[in-house]
């Protein structure tokens, strides 16, 4: 799992605005603003939360997330982040990050739930993070951040929320293997996504069992005589 390389632009300003050199969390050789190198640079998702969690326990601040949020640039999102600055409403972005946030990471889905009254977007994380707290805190308030720069600072919303799911293959004891579930519930309503970084395939109650087995010796690439 990777991440674009240049996003290390806001944790290095956000260490920078606390008086502290970013040399002492960030290596020269990992990223220095206007030297980011190769437009296709990216960085393994567990280096780039080791430098989040280094990050918070230098500069001792527990809002630290929420801070981060002032020095978002859309060039350390890359052309994702300009696009989110060409689309001509909050919801055309909110859209594009949708679809083209893999180009950013590939370890989050955004979800859209476009309401009558609000719009929710919900950000799943396949991969085991350190501080979830805050990284919640950056999500919202860097979220908000990028609405301003699009519509402007005159905006105010209503309303902001964050919880934060991490997906079930964060677990490294499930993270390889196919999962398969039974259940009488719509799977969105219970917070857990099929495909990657979830359940492999739902099966819906009532289930006939022997149907249960063939579907999932197909899964799994064998004959139902297996299991």
């Given amino acids: 799992m990777t991440i674009f390389g240049p996003t290390l632009g806001t944790l290095w300003r956000t260490i920078e605005s606390y008086g502290i050199d970013p040399r002492e969390v960030i290596g020269e050789s990992v990223y220095t ?7 296709h640079y990216r960085l393994p998702f567990d280096s780039y939360d080791r430098l989040r969690a280094d990050a918070t326990e230098i500069v001792g601040d527990p809002a630290v997330g929420v801070r ?5 640039h859309p060039s350390h999102l890359g052309a994702l982040g300009y696009a989110w600055m060409a689309s001509s ?17 590939d370890f989050e889905s955004w979800l859209i739930d476009d ?7 919900t950000l799943q994380i396949s991969a085991p993070i350190r501080r979830p707290d805050e990284v919640a805190d950056a999500f919202v308030a860097g979220l908000t951040a990028l609405c301003r720069l699009n519509y402007g600072q005159q905006l105010n919303p209503d309303r902001v ?10 677990r490294p004891d499930i993270a390889q293997p196919k999962l398969f579930a039974v259940s009488g519930t719509d799977p969105s309503s219970l917070g857990i996504s099929a495909g990657p970084g979830g359940i492999d395939r739902w099966f819906p109650k009532p289930v006939d069992p022997e149907q249960l087995v ?5 899964e799994l690439g064998g004959s139902a005589t297996a299991l």
């Fill in 214 to 218: 063939c579907s999932i010796a197909q």
């Fill in 89 to 105: 409403s909050l919801l055309t972005g909110f859209r594009r990050l949708q679809r083209y946030g893999r180009m950013f990471n």
């Fill in 33 to 39: 603003p206007g030297r980011e190198g190769r437009i």
């Fill in 115 to 121: 309401g009558r009254d609000e719009v929710a977007m």
């Fill in 68 to 72: 981060s949020a002032d020095h978002i």
């Fill in 161 to 170: 929320a964050a919880e934060l799911k991490q997906a079930l293959r964060s």
